[in-house]
């Protein structure tokens, strides 16, 4: 009888999972003027609804947790805002900073470090509860920061080019100076193998490389005389290197104020060739697992988006999906892109093996799009 | 031709005045590029913050200098190739006075 009432109970009460949702074709679109995100469904092509009060939004950024179920959303204003996809509500929010330009989740997916410009330096906080864990200050503005396996995170600072890997595996935090990587970085990425972490500089020309798995390693610098025969074009919008593609054995790579993608071969860091493009390249983005990177522009050119094959070099399709065109991010598939267009007031969804708009998804001048499948790569 | 000059300087507006939807774009010019390093609400970013109380001490006719020729070793770029001078002299007034 006892079991009965039991098998009953089970069978009367409505199952937990009854209402679940997967998260692992969802995303989050910045509304950045607005200060609220649109959660998207990637494979409905839906908005599935708004969440607001993030506070200053320009220039945001996000990371998810490691069951996709969380998004740490870094804002402009110092805010660290925890959301939660399932329940669609802000789960916890501390205003960290004065001004903050982005963030990075360690690998265990236990810290959340947001990097500073004012004032400069990292912080470091626990993933669950947003409790302050380490506090490092620098000489400036923090650029560039992201995870490195080990519980570790690299940052470079804008104003003196120090460049540092920071190791929170035990309580007390080891900082570790890696070197200069030369005048004023603007940004930086590390390789998908966690191998190289990548530099670009805005005072000077070139790019820093630093070795991670050997700190002992002096940085090397390549690109160093690229464009010294042209005059530079003012830079309206500083180029992203998160997402920077890698290739066909080379890496993608913005040239600064200038209308050009430079290649550069993986192994040797020698120009193998440039591609002229249609303005200055901001993002440049491989298209997964295919031979292909898409291009946005600055200001004022930003209403196309070029396709490069990495083979040829050669520009093989220019789009114009619509008006300021500020990111793309793709399925991780690659089956299809989502590209923000800010003065349309929406997101549009293109194949890109047609190379052809199938969607459109509204949102507020929407800015960054990042699908969940984030969660899993190192680096994002 | 003679008629036409005294007519267009008439028609000269006596500050930096441009024409209400070439204003609106500038606005959002201001919001959304200027806040791409300034921050969208003019808090400061990479660059430093110019909203009214930060630029006080900022004559608008050193600040319109500034918008057309940026500042040179600096990241700020110069909008000259983007702007007149009417309307870069517009954008310094409204960053000192954005009240409508």
Redesign the interface.
């Known amino acids: 009888m006892k079991a009965l009432t039991l098998c009953l109970a089970l069978i009367l009460a409505p199952p937990a999972f009854a209402d679940a949702t997967a998260t692992g074709d969802l995303g989050l679109v910045i509304e950045r003027a607005t200060g609220s995100l649109v959660l998207i469904d990637r494979s409905d092509h839906a908005a599935l609804g708004r969440i607001e009060g993030l506070g200053d939004l320009s220039h945001a950024s996000l990371t998810y947790s490691p069951d996709e179920r969380f998004a740490y959303v870094f804002g402009r204003d110092g805010g660290l805002t925890k959301v939660d996809l399932l329940t669609r509500s802000i789960a916890a929010r501390v205003v960290q900073a004065g001004n903050s330009i982005g963030g990075a989740i360690s690998d265990d997916g236990r810290l959340v470090a947001v990097s500073n410009y004012e004032p400069g330096g990292i912080r470091v906080f626990d993933a669950d509860t947003l409790a302050p864990v380490a506090d490092i200050p620098t000489q400036g503005k923090t650029v560039g920061l992201v995870d490195v396996p080990g519980r570790r995170f690299a940052w470079a600072v804008w104003e003196t080019g120090e460049v540092f890997l920071g190791d929170f595996s035990a309580p007390t935090p080891k900082i570790t100076p890696l070197g200069i990587a030369g005048a004023n970085p603007f940004d930086a990425v590390l390789t998908d193998d966690a191998h190289t972490y990548l530099v670009g500089l805005f005072g000077e020309k070139g790019v820093a490389a630093f070795d991670l798995w050997d700190e002992t390693a002096p940085p090397r610098h390549f690109l160093t005389d690229y464009g010294k025969t042209g005059t530079d074009m003012p830079v309206y919008k500083m180029p992203h290197l998160q997402s920077w593609a890698f290739t066909e054995g080379q890496y993608a790579l913005p040239a600064v104020g200038r209308h050009e993608v430079l290649w550069v071969d993986r192994q040797n860091q020698a120009q193998t060739a440039s591609t002229p493009v249609h303005g200055q390249p901001v993002f440049i983005i491989a298209q997964p697992a295919s031979p292909f990177v898409w291009v946005n522009f600055a200001t004022p050119l930003n209403d196309v988006v070029q396709v490069i094959d990495s083979r040829s070099h050669a520009v093989v399709a220019t789009l114009t999906p619509g008006k300021a065109i500020l990111h793309m991010e793709f399925a991780p598939r690659g089956a299809e892109v989502w590209i923000s267009a800010r003065d349309d007031d929406k997101v549009l969804v293109y194949d890109t093996h047609r190379r052809e708009k199938i969607a459109e998804v509204p949102a507020a001048a929407p800015s960054g799009i990042f699908f969940t499948a984030r969660a899993h790569q190192p680096g994002l | 031709m003679l008629r036409v000059l005294p007519l267009l300087l008439l028609a000269a507006p006596a500050l930096a005045e441009v024409a209400p939807d070439r204003a609106a774009a500038l606005r959002?010019m201001v919001?959304?590029?200027c806040?791409?390093?300034h921050?969208?609400?003019l808090?400061?970013?990479?660059g430093r913050p110019i909203t009214p109380a930060a630029l006080n001490q900022t004559p608008p006719e050193v600040l319109a200098e500034v918008i057309l020729d940026?500042i040179p070793g600096t990241?700020m770029?110069?909008?000259r190739?983007?702007l007149t001078e009417d309307e870069a002299r517009w954008i310094a007034d409204y960053l000192k006075d954005p009240t409508p």
Do not use: E, F, V
């Open positions: 959002h919001t959304q590029d806040g791409s390093c921050g969208l609400r808090t400061g970013g990479l940026g990241a770029p110069p909008w190739p983007l």
